[in-house]
């Protein structure tokens, strides 16, 4: 079975840009996780969907922003970027209750110029 | 306070010695501890699973919980330098149907041939 993807693997912008990252989870998985990963900060959860519906955000502003799709792909949307957006964007899939366990993907590294 | 607090390291140990990595927590409302190894450019992969106080063995690697003392512990034996890595602890657990992991910072862990 295929693993989580995230499509780009890198990423170049600058300021005030905005940019798309997609991830795709595991066949039959249905909620799809956004974390940021950063040297200081660590692993932060961004959001969670499940079945196209925002379940659970974490404390980030309203510059970041998600969708899920039908077949379960997600989507990640950061407006206005910042320096400081610059990380690591992984997704986590699972099979979306309360006691399932997350597999994660390779990440999307993002540099903010 | 971060709601999981983790030694970042680095710790370096020499082949076949015993690892101890270890975690506090402050969030009671934990239900599920997880382990996860990452390498370097990689996206987090999930080790160990414990969901009660006690311990859980898998091969080399043993999760220890203790709710009591909100402390919890990864060890691994006869460590080989293929466990170098960093190793994110996580807890997580709330509400029917939704969740959220809130990770510590990670241990980077290097084994010396």
């Known amino acids: 079975k295929a693993g989580v993807t995230q499509t780009p693997r890198y990423l170049i912008k600058t300021r005030g840009q905005q940019v798309t990252l997609s991830c795709s989870p595991i066949?039959?998985?249905?909620?799809v996780s956004w974390y940021q990963q950063t040297p200081g900060q660590g692993l932060q959860f961004l959001f969670e969907?499940?079945?196209?519906?925002?379940?659970n955000k974490g404390n980030f502003p309203g510059r970041f922003s998600g969708r899920q799709f039908s077949n379960s792909r997600s989507e990640m949307n950061v407006s206005t970027l910042e320096l400081g957006d610059s990380a690591l964007y992984l997704c986590?899939?699972?099979?979306?209750?309360?006691?399932?366990?997350?597999?994660f993907g390779p990440g999307t590294r993002l540099l903010v110029l | 306070q971060k709601e999981v607090e983790q030694d970042p390291g680095p710790l370096s140990v020499p082949e076949g010695a015993i690892v101890s990595l270890n975690c506090t927590y402050s969030n009671s409302a934990f239900q599920y501890f997880m382990w996860y190894r990452q390498y370097s450019r990689k996206g987090p992969e999930l080790l160990m699973y414990t969901y009660s106080s006690g311990n859980k063995e898998d091969g080399r690697f043993t999760a220890q919980v203790d709710k009591s003392s909100k402390y919890i512990s990864l060890f691994i034996r006869d460590s080989q330098p293929s466990d170098s890595a960093t190793y994110l602890c996580?807890?997580?657990?709330?509400?029917?149907?939704?969740?959220?992991?809130?990770f510590g910072k990670g241990t980077k862990l290097s084994v010396i041939p």
């Open positions: 986590a899939s699972s099979n979306g209750g309360s006691q399932e366990t997350q597999y």
């Open positions: 969907y499940f079945s196209e519906t925002q379940r």
């Open positions: 996580a807890g997580g657990g709330s509400g029917a149907g939704s969740y959220q992991l809130t």
């Open positions: 066949s039959g998985h249905r909620s």
